[in-house]
């Protein structure tokens, strides 16, 4: 039985024994009711006694059962503890047995693998010596069959010495013989030789001769093709093209020029104006020049000048484009304009440079062709005696027509053999060009403020200073 249980037990039957053995006479005097005869039978608390008497000697008993057999439990359990202890102590001794065993066993294998390690070393030594060896040994065989090769290639040659010795031996008569022949023929030699040098001279001064007649012979033809060519080119210059032959050169050899002027306008905005057209490049054979009309560009010569602050251009031929790095006006007549351009630059656009007439009085008449339109003909041109740079178109005499043919400013005219004769400055007056000169020039892709607007105001008044008919 559990102890806390059997304390308890014991308390309440304690508790039991003190409530009936209360004298209940003393309770009855302590109330205010009268006497009352009890009768109180004297067994019931006397059994009442015994019992509790004999069930505390059990548990009693019980208890003392349960401490013995608890304390032969503690007693068993010492003994195993005791004995656990005991194999413990004999577990740990052969641990430390086994930890040395061990121990021991791993300073064998590195003592092992040390001399395992020494071993190897040893054994790639000897490889590498025998190695070595055996390639010596191989290269003395070498030299030895080497040696022996030679050996018997000197023993090859003695004999064929022998041989040789043996045969001039017995060949020394016919040497005497051959000797003597060898001689006549060296003779025979030493004449033809002569003989051959004398036709060596002989033939040398023949080509002396002929070189002399060839290189007089080269002369005339040289002489011949360039009068050849002088002839044709005069041929040429005299033969007078059909207008349509010139027409179709200048549109296959047309330069498209891209001019775009800009100003700063009102408020900071900022103005332009961009002006195409068409023309050819020529040249004086010096300088290279693209022309046009002034009226082909942006710039108006006029009083007051537009102030550009910028001009940027390009040109654009057959097999290349090449920028515009400036503008110049003619110093005869300003409405013609000159864009330069080098040598180089002409070569990149491609294309034919026209020549500028040097006998520009030639033809009577002349090919007009117009600037931007598909326009040509064939017309008269007549000298103007009051300005004699100045031809004046006869429009009484218009033949060969093709297109809507209404000459203007900027169209160009050319000389029946090609050559470029002038521009047109008004409906019937050309300026002929002899030569090229510029009275003042605008350079491309600069600031340009304040420097137009009074050089396009000094150019259109000397226009307005011309003679009417010329204006």
């Given amino acids: ?20 053995s209360t004298d209940i006479n003393h309770i009855a005097d302590a109330n205010t ?19 509790l008497a004999a069930q ?16 032969q439990e503690y007693a068993q359990t010492r003994t195993v503890a005791t004995q656990a202890q005991a194999q413990a102590l004999q577990a740990q001794a052969q ?9 021991e066993r791993e300073q064998e294998n590195a003592r092992l693998t040390e001399q395992y390690a020494t071993a190897r070393t040893n054994l790639e030594n000897l490889s590498h010596q025998l190695q070595t060896t055996a390639a010596q040994a191989q290269e003395s065989q070498q030299q030895l069959f080497a ?9 090859e040659l003695a004999a064929a010495l022998r041989r040789q010795l043996d045969s001039l031996s017995q060949s020394n008569q016919v040497a005497v013989s051959e000797k003597q022949r060898l001689a006549e023929q060296l003779q025979l030699a030493e004449v033809e030789q002569r003989a051959a040098a004398e036709r060596a001279d002989l033939l040398q001064q023949q080509a002396r001769a002929t070189l002399a007649e060839n290189a007089r012979l080269a002369e005339s033809f ?21 207008p349509t032959d010139i027409f179709s050169d200048v549109a296959s050899n047309r330069v498209a020029a891209d001019i775009l002027a800009e100003r700063t306008g009102l408020f900071g905005r900022i103005v332009s104006s961009e002006k195409n057209t068409e023309t050819i490049l020529v040249t004086d054979g010096k300088n290279y020049f693209a022309v046009c009309n002034v009226k082909e560009t942006p710039l108006s010569l006029w009083d007051p000048g537009t102030d550009w602050d910028k001009l940027t251009g390009s040109l654009t031929g057959r097999s290349g484009k090449v920028p515009v790095h400036s503008l110049s006006f003619d110093d005869h007549d300003p409405r013609v304009v000159l864009l330069p351009v080098t040598a180089a630059e002409a070569r990149q656009l491609g294309g034919k440079v026209y020549h500028l007439s040097t006998d520009p009085y030639k033809f009577q008449d002349a090919v007009l062709i117009g600037a931007n339109e598909d326009y040509y003909g064939q017309c008269n041109f007549q000298l103007d005696i009051s300005a004699p740079r100045y031809l004046v178109l006869d429009r009484s005499v218009l033949r060969g027509l093709f297109g809507k043919f209404n ?28 030569s090229f000169g510029v009275v003042t020039t605008f350079a491309f892709d600069v600031n340009l403020h304040r420097q137009t607007s009074d050089t396009l105001s000094e150019l259109g008044d000397e226009i307005y200073a011309m003679p009417s008919q010329l204006q």
């Fill in 222 to 242: 040289k002489v011949l093709a360039t009068n050849s060519t002088q002839l044709a080119q005069e041929i040429r210059e005299n033969q007078p093209l059909t």
């Fill in 33 to 51: 009711r009268p006497p009352t005869a009890v009768e109180i039978s004297t067994n019931s608390p006397a059994g009442t006694g015994a019992d």
């Fill in 147 to 155: 040696q022996q090769t030679e050996v018997q290639r000197e023993a």
């Fill in 95 to 103: 641990a430390t047995a086994t930890q040395a065993r061990l121990t």
């Fill in 407 to 434: 000459p203007s400013r900027g169209d160009l005219v050319f000389t029946r053999n090609g050559d470029l004769l002038g521009v047109m400055v008004n409906d019937t007056r050309c300026l002929a060009l002899h």
């Fill in 56 to 71: 505390m000697r059990l548990a009693l008993e019980e208890e003392q059962q349960s401490r013995a057999q608890l304390q």
């Fill in 1 to 20: 039985m559990n102890r806390s249980i059997l304390i308890v037990i014991c308390d309440f039957l304690l508790l039991s024994l003190l409530t009936f």
